[in-house]
């Protein structure tokens, strides 16, 4: 049993190795049936380099269900043991999904962490103070601008190579560095900041304004707990209402939101990643789900899920620590 | 008066440095990758890159090209596409025509097959959805290489034959759907009460999706019913190629092909094509054609004629056959664009384009206002995704994006000619070459001189095969004591110069480095070998059955003897086969370079190929970049304090400035940081692997003129003009009609042009006559139509097309008026 994305891959093998072999000049010279038993032998050698020769998943014994691809690539992933790509190199030419992973988050990294923490804070810090002018002109534009954050980060990211780099030439057009990469790398440093401006624009572009709005709702319904009312009736000084009456109450949420942020940003951009040509954990993901490599994808997957589970569990400690109406250990809730 | 002499002087002394330049015309040429076709484009527009190497056949992106008054194209011809059916079931005895499931298959019927080529209008699909980036293609043989120049007159007499006519399909199709026992009902056909449905697989990457809509609708208008399954080739495959196709998964299938390099005999194509034995998948095996055309194709794909004269018949038959049968209908042979700078110039290969050209290191220039080439400067190239794969010289990344730089950084000894893909020799002196009596080989060039005799023996002595064990070649006395023949011999005679070339990192070019790629050849595919690669075994098998041997007769001046069975139609072609150098097949290599990747594949850390590198569960091996550069380095410190000389029982008479070579490379390595040692006109400067660029850099020691390969510059498709062309020809008098033939205004040189042939067609299409032109001098050529044709021809419109097949480009040039006759 092989599954239909296996057979896909031998039909794609086979019409792949068919065209190569047929085109290649060095057997312009051999006959229909050299040609045919070449392609033949060099299809099965592929097969079984993929390991297509074996089932994907089986249940008519434990031992075949154990000898199966689905197993181990279960037990690979628990065991966070990623294995080789069955197609995709690293650019340096390593077959170790590992290193594949490992050679691009750094680069989804570093723009889309950024890109993160810029839309986060911005938002955040706006959103607080559009939370105090509730029905100002501001306030009011804010909800406006809203429903532009309905268009993607990649479609801003066309606009802007659109303006920035075709028309008014002033920022490239995408990639990594200048093209030849500077040797200085201070220079080097320079012209990757360079080549981060326009995609991170994009990706700001298409979130502050829905992040702004939401936490503006955020913070207005806080804002009216009864708890913040009694203190402002109270006389308690704006901003000291603003930090300990609103703020910290928040604040788990407000960390719970950055720390998923943080999660989603490692795993990249697809699209904007393809459109700036940025050699991000995005491109990787569109290449191996575009050429059926399962190892990358589980590699991703793994790499996430865990990412999210540790990122849960630190949250769970954090939470007691600034938050003080929880507790750890056996007490109980009054 | 000295101010005078200082001039001469100086002037002199410019002279020969304009004449001195050797080896690439500019001094660095920079490679990056643009995957985005649109992208590259307004790069270039905004000047950041001045030529993209990838092809471009986008309609709106190739208006951008032409609007920028900057840019300027080149087109290539190596795509071609084609509507593939299922003619199950196609032996003529089985009926009825339906699949297992009861569906009705139309096209298990070779005439409606046959009339598909009238109902479609390749015009239309060249000029309205390809927008012109494509020619119409009828047969299968390309249009643009030399098969079809030589077969000028059958092609023209079929291509009338099948001209656009939907009347005439439509009377076909009809007359056959009704046989099948179908029937038309409001303009719709049914079959045992259901409409006939058609399903047809349209691929939706390129111009196939608009092709399949094209030929959807066309069907649609005759009455059947069509299921449009659009995809892109992964969707499909499944259905078209691995499903039996008695299943009827599907009706039709919009096929592609490419070939990134001219073929000089596609007589094998009727064949692959149209035969069971082309392919051992479902779909091939359901191909049914009568035993005497079977015998035609056969004949063809193995060559098993006599003469040239009667591959010419074959190949007319083949034509033929292959129309009737029309298991493929041909639609158009795809001419993308690469664009390219102005002031940029360089030599782009008819079906490669410019990432195939195996000359363009050699005449990537930038040009004055003349044209004529200037001395440096920089070039950057945008090309699609580079490093997808590891390079490795003997089995690395066989991407088309990597192989242009590759091709850049090596010196094969003999290169295709980019305009007829005939081999150009480029350090070898002469070939001779001695064919069996009886084979159909023929020449073209001065530096082959090629005999017939009547048998060819080999000596005893020449090595033959190779024992993986004992690390020894196996000589012919040793494997066939009874003694050997070959069907060729080919004594190649190298040229001096190239035991005095350099390799980039300063080794000089040896013995050594060509026996090396002979021994790699033998031992990765020897399962005794310490680097048995089972990927290489396949290769190896199907080489050795045609490989008779070879010997070294003189180690300097070089020559070689080389003995095969494998036929070619040009002496050119064997005598490239036979000089081997060494360009392995995904680049160049010196053996030291060489041995340390063996080295490092023989202790199980690094495999030269994917598949062993998979096995093995260790990394591919990559001279440029990534974890095994730390292995390659370790194993060249063991190598240079070992002196390691591989297979020294061979090399080890050659190799003898191997401690040398080790420093050399050591020294490259610290320098630039990879193991990627050529012997070209570039040398690979740096790699970034992450920004996905590379910088090539003009070698200083390079030792040819710059200017070598400039002839090959433009290839000279003639033009034709007729001059003066009466309007109404008079029955039973002569005429004399007089065609220019010019290429950018000047006259056709007469010795570069192979023929000039007249095609005289009726007004149904059908070929009256066909003759020589003569010719008269200057660029013309007397078309003459003696009273005698005049005197037959039918009254109506006459069509006279003149066909040009030129010596120094595949393409022929062919125009045609009419008259009227009264």
């Keep these: 049993m092989g599954g239909y994305v296996d057979n896909i891959k031998k039909a794609q093998i086979t019409e792949q190795i068919s065209v190569q072999v047929y085109q290649n000049p060095a057997y312009q010279s051999y006959t229909t049936e050299e040609l045919r038993k070449l392609i033949e032998q060099k299809v099965a050698l592929e097969i079984k380099r993929l390991g297509l020769d074996k089932p994907f998943i089986r249940f008519d014994s434990l031992y075949g269900f154990f000898h199966s691809r689905a197993f181990m690539y279960l037990i690979n992933a628990l065991t966070l043991s990623l294995g080789r790509s069955e197609h995709i190199y690293s650019s340096s030419g390593s077959k170790q999904v590992w290193l594949i992973i490992k050679e691009r988050l750094p680069y989804s990294v570093l723009l889309f962490t950024t890109a993160s923490l810029l839309v986060f804070f911005a938002s955040l810090y706006v959103a607080l103070i559009l939370s105090r002018r509730y029905g100002s002109i501001w306030d009011r534009l804010s909800v406006a601008l809203a429903p532009l954050s309905t268009a993607p980060s990649w479609f801003y990211g066309i606009i802007l190579i659109l303006i920035f780099a075709a028309i008014l030439r002033l920022l490239p057009f995408g990639g990594l560095v200048d093209i030849p990469p500077p040797e200085n790398r201070i220079m080097y440093a320079l012209s990757v900041l360079k080549h981060m401006v326009l995609p991170l624009l994009g990706w700001f572009i298409s979130g502050i304004f829905v992040g702004v709005y939401s936490w503006r709702t955020f913070f207005l319904i806080y804002s009216s707990e009864d708890y913040v009312e009694m203190a402002r009736a109270k006389g308690v000084p704006g901003r000291l209402l603003e930090r300990r009456y609103i703020l910290r109450p928040t604040l788990p949420t407000i960390i719970t939101s950055f720390a998923l942020m943080l999660i989603a940003a490692w795993m990249g951009a697809i699209i904007t990643e393809s459109v700036f040509n940025w050699p991000g954990l995005g491109s990787l993901y569109m290449a191996a789900i575009s050429q059926f490599d399962t190892p990358i994808i589980v590699g991703l997957t793994v790499i996430y899920a865990y990412l999210l589970g540790v990122t849960v569990f630190i949250l769970d400690i954090v939470y007691a620590i600034v938050d003080p109406r929880i507790k750890v250990g056996g007490g109980t809730a009054a | 008066m000295w101010r005078k002499g200082l001039i001469l002087v100086a002037a002199v002394l410019l002279g020969i440095s304009a004449f001195a330049r050797t080896g690439a015309w500019v001094d660095e040429v920079i ?351 945008a090309i699609g995704e580079m490093f997808n794969e590891p390079w490795n010289a003997v089995a690395g990344s066989n991407w088309i994006y990597d192989m242009m730089p590759i091709r850049g950084t090596g010196m094969p000894v003999v290169l295709p000619d980019p305009f007829t893909g005939l081999a150009r020799p480029q350090r070898v002196e002469k070939a001779e070459v001695y064919v069996q009596e009886g084979l159909p ?318 095609l005289l067609f009726d007004a149904e299409g059908n070929l009256v006559d066909v003759g020589k032109a003569e010719y008269f001098g200057g660029p013309t050529w007397n078309v003459i139509l003696s009273p005698e044709l005049t005197a037959k021809l039918p009254s109506g419109t006459v069509k006279l097309e003149v066909a040009v097949s030129s010596k120094v480009v595949a393409i022929p040039s062919y125009k045609s008026i009419t008259f009227i006759v009264p």
């Design chain 2, 31 to 381: 490679f990056f990758s643009e995957p985005d076709m649109a992208k590259a484009i307004e790069r270039m527009i905004a000047g950041e890159a001045d030529l993209y190497a990838y092809s471009v056949d986008d309609i709106d992106v190739y208006k951008k090209i032409i609007e920028s008054p900057d840019l300027y194209t080149v087109s290539a011809y190596g795509a071609y596409t084609e509507l593939t059916f299922n003619p199950y079931p196609a032996d003529p005895n089985v009926t009825p025509k339906e699949f297992k499931n009861g569906m009705l298959n139309p096209f298990a019927v070779p005439r409606i097959r046959e009339a598909m080529n009238w109902l479609i209008d390749r015009d239309y699909i060249v000029k309205e959805l390809y927008k012109g980036l494509a020619i119409p293609r009828y047969l299968p043989i390309t249009p643009t290489f030399p098969d079809y120049a030589r077969l000028l007159v059958k092609a023209r007499e079929l291509e009338a034959k099948y001209a656009h006519n939907p009347e005439k399909a439509k009377e076909v199709i009809f007359a056959e759907m009704e046989k099948l026992g179908a029937e038309l009902v409001d303009g719709k056909w049914y079959y045992k009460g259901q409409p006939v449905t058609i399903i047809f697989l349209i691929r939706v990457e390129d111009v196939r999706k608009e092709i399949g809509d094209y030929v959807a609708g066309l069907l649609e208008e005759l009455g059947f019913q069509v299921d449009r399954r659009y995809g892109v080739s992964r969707d499909l495959a499944k259905c078209w190629i691995f499903t039996d196709p008695a299943e009827g998964c599907f009706h039709i299938y919009t096929g592609g092909w490419i070939t990134t390099s001219i073929s000089r005999d596609q007589g094998g194509n009727f064949d692959f094509f149209y035969t069971k034995r082309g392919l051992g998948v479902p779909l091939w095996q359901a191909y049914y054609v009568e035993p005497e055309v079977d015998k035609v194709f056969k004949k063809l794909a193995y060559n098993d004629y006599s003469t040239l004269e009667e591959r010419q018949e074959l190949m007319e038959k083949a034509l033929e056959y292959a129309m009737k049968n029309s298991v493929r209908v041909w639609l158009a042979n795809e001419a993308p664009v690469f664009p390219m700078r102005k002031g940029l110039a360089m030599a782009v290969d008819l079906a490669g384009g410019a990432y195939g050209s195996w000359l363009w290191s050699y005449t990537l220039r930038w040009t004055d206002e003349e044209g004529n080439p200037v001395e440096g400067g920089t070039v950057r190239i």
């Design chain 2, 441 to 758: 080989v023929g020449k073209t060039l001065d530096w082959v001189d090629l005999q017939f005799v009547d048998e060819i023996q080999v000596p005893a002595d020449a090595w033959v095969d190779w024992d993986a064990e004992a690390q020894q070649f196996i000589t012919v006395g040793e494997k066939y004591p009874e003694g050997l023949t070959a069907k060729v011999k080919v004594v190649v005679h190298y040229d001096p110069q190239l035991l005095k070339d350099k390799w980039h990192d300063g080794s000089t070019f040896s013995v050594a480095d060509i026996l090396m790629h002979y021994i790699l050849t033998f031992d990765r595919g020897k399962e005794a070998s310490a680097i048995f690669d089972e990927s290489a075994k396949p290769d190896l098998d199907a080489w050795l059955e045609y490989f008779r041997g070879f010997k070294i007769v003189s180690e300097d001046p070089l020559v070689i003897e080389y003995y095969t069975d494998s036929i070619e139609l040009d002496a050119e072609t064997i005598a490239a086969n036979a000089a081997w150098d060494a360009f392995y097949s995904q680049g160049p290599a010196p053996w030291h370079a060489i041995a340390i990747g063996i080295l490092a594949e023989a202790a199980k850390e690094a495999a030269f190929s994917s598949d062993k590198a998979d096995k093995l569960g260790v990394e591919w091996m990559s001279y440029i970049a990534g974890p095994t550069l730390d292995i390659l380095k370790k194993y060249l410190d063991k190598a240079i304090e070992e002196n390691y000389i591989p297979y020294s029982n061979v090399l080890g008479k050659y190799a003898t400035d191997a401690a040398e070579r080790y420093q050399n490379l050591l020294k490259w390595y610290e320098e630039k940081g990879h193991f990627w040692v050529g012997n070209g006109v570039f040398y690979l400067e740096s790699v970034d692997t992450v920004a996905r660029t590379l910088t090539l850099k003009r070698f200083e020691n390079y030792a040819d003129p710059a200017d070598k390969w400039l002839g090959f510059a433009e290839p000279k498709i003639a033009e034709i003009d007729f001059v003066g062309a009466p309007e109404i020809l008079e029955p039973g008098t002569g005429v004399v009609i007089p065609v220019n033939i010019t290429f950018k205004g000047e006259p056709y040189p007469p010795e570069e042009i192979d023929f000039v042939k007249y």
